[in-house]
């Protein structure tokens, strides 16, 4: 399956070339494909800020370029390089509060100039460091593809209805997506009949990206409200929901898109699986349980204005971006270093001390 999986990548949103950060600006799609280029830190983390790129992994592996970006031009300046980044480590640290993918990458950078050897250049040691985050994450999607389409296989073998909410393509990671990415492989595969896509107020990540993906690749797609999923579910043979996370604490819990949660709720009552798709780097064994997640909250603009036009005067918004799914509604989590069904703190502890499965 790995090479039909890979001859399907066609979309990417993060290229790494010739010194420079190019992004494709999602703030614009599906109307507008437009290259956004960063050449420092702080326009890096502006634009995580602003979600010119977004979703966990999309955000940890620009984080990831966005520090190479600053230790080169810390290093061209002289003097006390290494201090004078740290203005960069936080910058990029402040951009967005929830997907810990951010917060993993940065680890991942400052632990490799720590282990940096007498005479090593610093830009060229970041710089295979983050190609290796970027690439990694793209290897991964690839297992947990595999890994989730023969879940679905296992459990029911015919056609699938399917239900997705916010975007975890190939707009959101470095391949071809997580939830998204099981869905394509479960397509190619012969088991999908149609994906239902949430619209996922009030970005609309939902109408404006994955159904962008998904119709491109001649899926079979519809678009639904969000409200409307626990109907789909009872009037559509919804079998499957199939999400990504942005931060899943060492109990299960996992935080992704608002409106998760009230579908993993749904999707209980109505007997309907429900799959959560991340790389490991999207779980945080320092948080015991979903409530220590922080839930970043975005401008009430997003609610009171549609398309800049005034939609609700007089009121005070309350516009929470993330929710928390408990463990006890979730069947499966697929991760790259295997599978864990109905998760818990031990089934959890386990999975992180088993190697990558590619
Ligand atoms: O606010 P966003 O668009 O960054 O939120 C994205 C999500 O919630 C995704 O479901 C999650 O990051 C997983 S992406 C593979």
Redesign the pocket.
């Known amino acids: 399956m790995r090479e039909r999986l890979l001859a399907a990548e066609k979309v990417q949103a993060i290229e790494w070339r010739e010194g420079v950060l190019h992004l494709l600006d999602q703030r614009l799609l599906p109307l507008q494909e437009i290259w956004q280029s960063y050449d420092s830190a702080a326009a890096v983390a502006e634009a995580i800020r602003t ?1 010119v790129v ?4 999309a ?1 940890g592996i620009s984080a990831a370029y966005g520090v190479l970006l600053g230790v080169r031009a810390r290093v061209a300046a002289g003097g006390d390089w290494r201090a004078a980044l740290e203005a960069d480590f936080q910058v990029l640290a402040e951009s967005r509060p929830t ?1 810990v993918n951010l917060f993993w990458a940065l680890n991942r950078m400052r632990e490799r100039l720590d282990r940096l050897k007498d005479g090593e250049s610093p830009v060229q040691a970041l710089e295979s460091e983050a190609l290796g985050i970027h690439e990694s994450d793209r290897e991964a999607n690839l297992t947990m593809a595999q890994l989730g389409v023969e879940l679905i296989r296992k459990h029911q073998g015919n056609l699938q209805n399917l239900l997705t909410h ?3 393509g190939a707009l ?2 470095g391949g071809f ?3 998204l990415g099981v869905i394509r492989g479960a397509y190619l595969e012969g088991l999908v009949e149609r994906v239902y896509a949430d619209e996922t107020r009030p ?1 609309l ?1 939902g109408s404006r990206l994955t159904a962008w993906e998904l119709a491109n690749e001649g899926i079979p797609v519809s678009l639904n409200a969000d409200s409307a999923a626990a109907h789909l579910m009872k009037t559509k043979g919804i079998t499957w929901v199939i ?4 931060r899943i604490a060492a109990n299960g819990d996992v935080a ?2 608002i409106g998760t949660y009230q579908l993993a709720v749904s999707a209980m009552h109505h007997g309907v699986r429900f799959m959560v798709v ?1 790389p490991s780097s999207t779980i945080d064994m320092a948080l015991e349980s979903g409530d220590d997640i922080p839930i970043e909250e975005r401008d009430g603009r997003e609610l009171l204005e549609v398309n800049g036009q005034r939609v609700a005067v007089g009121v005070e918004v309350i516009n929470p ?2 929710d928390v799914t408990p463990a006890d509604l979730i069947d499966f989590i697929v991760t790259e270093k295997g599978v864990v069904e109905r998760p818990d703190a031990a089934k959890m502890a386990q999975l992180m001390c088993r190697k990558r499965l590619h």
Do not use: E, L, S, Y
């Not at 977004?54 to 992994?57: D, I, S, V």
């Not at 999400?243 to 942005?246: E, I, K, L, R, T």
């Open positions: 979600m977004r979703g966990a992994p955000i997907a916010c975007n975890t959101a990671t997506g997580t939830a970005w990540q999400v990504g996370a942005d992704n898109k991340a971006v993330f």
